[in-house]
């Protein structure tokens, strides 16, 4: 038994939102839910792992303006009716894996029934970032329970403390006038990435009494081909096994990316691990029976 991943659904950005974190998560939640038949209201518990939003926001919760936009039980409780539970999740490029952990636990002890897990990034805009690098993107995952023998297994994590400066995002003032969005990395960090994956690797399948050649796919974060190089190296598989999103650079959103290429492309019954690596230097490992 174990939780579900029933649905994934992927916002590329428009011109509309390009620096809208909120408007491309709120495509993805909505079009994850249409594609599952599901409406916002029947959402239990609504996570938003995603970082870089409009104007640098801090406050509120970016969860509780996806659960308004997409109309998720939006007013306040009432006594004995269904409501829905939304907050932040702030782990980077790890955020999504994360945010199934936790997913995991709330429906394992039969406390909800049904979780979204979001997560987009976009440059703040308006002058309030310099040189941002990454790729505007939004993804959604809807979450349930199943009393089979499948879904997500036991995560394992690793951390690579001495490493802890290999990626930084600060928000500070320039000019003492507006606070601009700064983000640096070494160049060593896909090293970095790999060393943690691979650990958290490791711990996971020897928990599980598996060696990768027991996993059909690898679906991995973040999406960049260093990473993926390296990655593969360090678990002894050909670079091909390895999955990662479709643009190189997507943030939070790339675990999800990958997962959705993986599930269309593995059997009904395959095994498939999902490995995120991200600032701290933090990884995760878990496996997905689909």
Known sequence: ???????????????????????????????????????????????????????????????????????????????????????????GTCGVLTALQIVDGFLKSRAIDCALVVASDADPGHGQS??????????????????????????????????????????????????????QQSPGIDEHYADAAASAVSRCLRESNLTIDDIDAVAAAPARPGFRAALADRLGIPTDRVTVGDDEGMHTAALASAFDRVSTAVDEGGLVLLVAAGAGITAGAALYRL
């Open 1 to 91: 038994m174990g939780m579900l991943i029933d649905r994934v659904a992927i916002a590329e950005s428009g011109w509309r939102s390009r620096h809208s974190a909120l408007r491309l998560a709120v495509k993805s939640a909505e079009d994850c839910l249409r594609g599952a038949g599901r409406t916002a209201d029947e959402v239990d518990l609504l996570l938003n792992a995603g970082i870089y939003r409009d104007r640098n926001l801090a406050e509120p919760a970016l969860a509780a303006l996806i659960q308004q936009d997409i109309g998720a039980n939006p007013e306040e409780p009432h006594e004995d009716a269904h409501g829905t539970f939304s907050f932040d999740v702030a782990n």
């Open 130 to 183: 310099e040189d941002f690098p990454l790729t505007p993107t939004g993804a959604s995952l809807l979450c349930s329970w199943t009393d089979e023998g499948r879904g997500l297994g036991e995560m394992c994590w690793a951390n690579l403390s001495e490493h802890s400066d290999s990626f930084s995002a600060t928000v500070g003032l320039r000019g003492g006038r507006r606070n601009i969005l700064r983000l």
